[in-house]
């Protein structure tokens, strides 16, 4: 029998970890650089945190079952996870709170991904109690700056409103909205076209189904549907952002007015970013604003607004592979610390912590056989080990061999 992962799981090997990280690193660099710190939550949620009273359906859970009975399952995603810790944990606090993660979800086959894996890894963040203009522009313009971080050359953002998206779509019977909703979201036109609508409503949908391209083209075209005044006070807004992010440099965009998350408890703003490559084009995070999601949570069930995003590692890591920027090896050892005898283990250990302990990260291996001093020199080699050191047992100076 071979041993394998299970199904929709996989290993990562020591150059898949020192890839991983040098992503990682950079981006939490970024995280720092603007002034965000890193909290951890638990990976187990009880069902009804997960959901968020059902903005995320039961199917893309992974559950499990407590000693209690208590439904429990893992993370498909961290905001509402957040949103629950800090309402109940962090009562009291000034806001805004910029956090931010760097942690494994669990989604099931089909649901938030379309692949059969089960566990990614993401690193995003949370503004909590930062409403209005400048939080939406802050939370771009980290993201651009996270992708610049590692630097990815080609990429752009396609930008949606979800309160805009919402409203136009209530307009159809609401028996209809879900399956127009759906229609819009996988821009199905082939359903559109065969749902019992009216002319003047089909026609609607199919003009939803378009708004999407330069920022104001689209703009332009919704402004010219009939639009209440909460309508227009939201396009209004969408066109501020839209031009505080072209005033901040080369900024691409694309607004997509029919861009619906599958996760259901954004009311503002919703975003992804997409990675291009001369074959294809990959999502690589997404987010948006959910004014409404930690009030769900809150004791006095009291709304505070947030934004954030996450950045999905492992297809950013997909991406960036191609492009040489990534570790090509793993780092290797500076040091061999070989004993000549057995009597030399002592000061071989005691001469190896000497070398690690050093203010700057030194990485030293002990030889753990009796070997020639060939075989020793070409394990070093092909290790890339910089300096080998022959400790006897008489207490003499370690002789330093470089081999670099």
């Known amino acids: 029998m071979v041993y394998q992962p299970p199904a929709g799981a996989r290993d990562l090997l020591p150059l898949d970890v020192t890839q991983k990280t040098w992503i990682e ?87 938030l991904r379309h692949n059969r894996q089960h566990e990614f890894y993401q690193a995003g963040v949370e503004l909590l109690g930062g409403g209005g203009l400048l939080a939406d522009a802050e939370i771009l313009l980290l993201l651009a700056d996270c992708l610049e971080a590692v630097g990815l050359k080609s990429w752009h953002l396609i930008l949606g409103e979800a309160g805009i998206t919402r409203s136009l779509l209530s307009v159809f019977p609401e028996d209809l909205q879900p399956e127009v909703r759906s229609a819009i979201a996988h821009l199905d036109r082939i359903t559109i076209d065969n749902l019992p609508l009216s002319d003047e409503l089909r026609e609607r ?14 703009l332009q075209q919704v402004s010219e549907l009939d639009l209440d005044e909460p309508q227009q006070l939201a396009v209004n807004n969408l066109k501020s952002l839209v031009d505080l992010l072209g005033s901040q440099g080369n900024f691409s965009l694309i607004l997509d007015l029919s861009l619906i998350q599958t996760i259901d408890y954004y009311t503002g703003i919703v975003f992804q970013v997409i990675g291009d490559t001369e074959s294809q084009s990959q999502v690589l995070g997404r987010g948006g604003r959910y004014d409404r999601l930690m009030g769900l949570y809150h004791p006095q069930k009291e709304d505070i607004p947030g934004i954030g995003f996450s950045v999905f590692i492992e297809d950013l890591h997909q991406l960036l592979l191609s492009s040489q920027q990534l570790p090509q090896n793993i780092p290797p050892s500076h040091w061999l610390v070989v004993p000549q005898s057995s009597q030399a283990y002592a000061a071989a250990l005691a001469y ?28 070093a080699n092909s290790h890339d080990i910089a300096q080998i050191a022959w400790v006897k047992s008489d207490g003499s100076p370690p002789a330093i061999e470089s081999l670099k």
């Open 352 to 379: 190896a912590e000497r070398l690690r302990s050093s203010t700057h990260l030194v990485r030293v291996e002990i030889q753990l056989e009796e070997k020639d001093a060939e075989y020793i020199r070409e394990y």
């Open 205 to 218: 949908a199919r003009i939803l189904l378009d708004l999407r391209g330069d920022p104001k083209e689209v």
């Open 25 to 111: 690193e950079r981006i939490q660099q970024v995280f720092h650089r603007w002034g965000y710190h890193k909290i951890i939550t638990s990976t187990l949620e009880r069902m009804d945190t997960l959901m968020a009273k059902g903005a995320i359906g039961r199917s893309a859970v992974i559950q499990l079952q407590s000693d209690e009975n208590e439904e429990l399952g893992l993370r498909p995603e961290l905001t509402a996870s957040i949103a629950r810790t800090a309402v109940t944990r962090m009562a009291g606090v000034t806001y805004p709170q910029r956090l931010y993660y760097n942690a494994n979800v669990f989604q099931r086959s089909g649901e």
